[in-house]
């Protein structure tokens, strides 16, 4: 027999459940996203690179590139800003491009590095390489936005994919 203290408890625990986010039961998927951006004023193409904080301080104590899994201490970010330079790519007109790192900073759960070149004209293609992360973490993905015109060119790297290019008008 059901009592009406059992019905409570089953309509309770249900709307509990049914009150927890639908994030809190999905599976986060690794990526990064890299930020291209052109800076018609002083002509730099700006770039800004954004990591899961959780996923970096792993990834990178497991590669022994920082000490211990925390991004939080400058040269930790300093590090993580060199790695970045290795693993991240441009080329335009088969002339590659020379990224200067601006610096790194954390906010909430993200890492950002910043990086700037200075050009004489906003390149119309871009050869991409995208690699940050994908030999430590499988399934990896690196995400790729371009704002060179007026609007958003993107592209998407995993597994073993090499440098694609991004064609704007």
């Known amino acids: 027999m059901i009592t009406r203290r059992?019905?409570?408890?089953?309509l309770s625990g249900g709307a509990i459940f049914t009150a927890l986010p639908l994030?809190?039961?999905?599976?986060r998927q690794k990526t990064t996203l890299s930020k291209i951006d052109w800076d018609?004023?002083?002509k730099s193409l700006n770039i800004t690179h954004s990591y899961h904080m959780h996923d970096v301080e792993t990834a990178?104590?497991?590669k022994g590139i920082i000490d211990k899994p925390d991004v939080k201490s400058l040269r930790a970010r300093a590090k993580l800003a060199l790695y970045t330079e290795t693993q991240f790519k441009l080329s335009s007109g088969g002339q590659q491009i020379e990224l200067q790192i601006l610096g790194?900073?954390?906010e909430a759960r993200t890492v950002y590095v910043y990086q700037q070149v200075f050009l004489d004209k906003k390149p119309s293609e871009l050869?991409?390489?995208a690699s940050?992360?994908?030999?430590?973490?499988?399934?990896?993905?690196?995400h790729v936005d371009s704002w060179l015109a007026d609007s958003v060119k993107s592209i998407a790297f995993k597994d073993g994919d090499g440098p694609k290019k991004l064609l704007h008008n």
């Not at 059992?6 to 089953?10: A, D, G, M, N, Y």
């Not at 994030?23 to 599976?27: D, E, N, R, T, V």
């Not at 940050?132 to 690196?142: A, K, S, V």
């Open 60 to 62: 990178l104590a497991a």
């Open 40 to 42: 018609p004023t002083d």
């Open 104 to 106: 790194a900073e954390y």
């Open 127 to 129: 050869l991409v390489s």
């Open 6 to 10: 059992r019905i409570f408890s089953i």
């Open 23 to 27: 994030s809190a039961l999905a599976h």
């Open 132 to 142: 940050m992360l994908r030999e430590i973490i499988p399934g990896q993905i690196n």
